[in-house]
């Protein structure tokens, strides 16, 4: 009799620290080298659909130091984003946004701010068909509309051929920004 309390007390304690386990997952990698140390945090937590990642890099010559925060959230239609960058020099840039599920691809709309405080305007939509056709569209504006730079591309299957086909347009002298980190998964 002793024993099966004792078993009914474990398995209930069991069965009450399984969901608390489940919710939230945390995982933390470190690097250590001659000339720099890195630290990067991402947690998961599936129950709330929340997933964040948390950079730090610092140059051991210089203490100078760089620090990134990611935020993705689950929503009904898809997902929001949230990216901060710090630079060594405390400078921050930004990216935030939203992706919505559409019946056969998404569609992104956003902001960046530079680090200068510059603002941009960003959207984006991909689709696929069951033939294995697809198709995806960048774009980024300005404050005042006007778009500083797109590419478009689509990809069509026929006869066991594969075409792509790619355009880019650039405003002159915009150079934009390249993606450097990838957003949190989970």
Known sequence: M???????????????????????????????????????????????????????????????????SAVRQRTETGSTIGVVQTGPQGRTRSVEGERTRTENGSTFTGTATGRGGETYGLAGSRSRDGQGNSAASQSITNSDGATLASRNRTTTRADGQVSRNVTRTRAEGFNPPRARGKRPRG
């Open 2 to 68: 002793f024993t099966s309390r004792l078993m009914i007390a474990s398995l209930t304690a069991l069965a009450l620290a399984i969901p608390a386990a489940a919710q939230e997952k945390s995982r933390t990698k470190t690097f250590e080298g001659d000339n720099v140390s890195a630290s990067q945090t991402t947690t998961v937590n599936k129950d709330t659909g929340t997933a964040t990642r948390n950079r730090e890099v610092t140059n051991l010559n210089t203490g100078n130091t760089a620090s990134s």
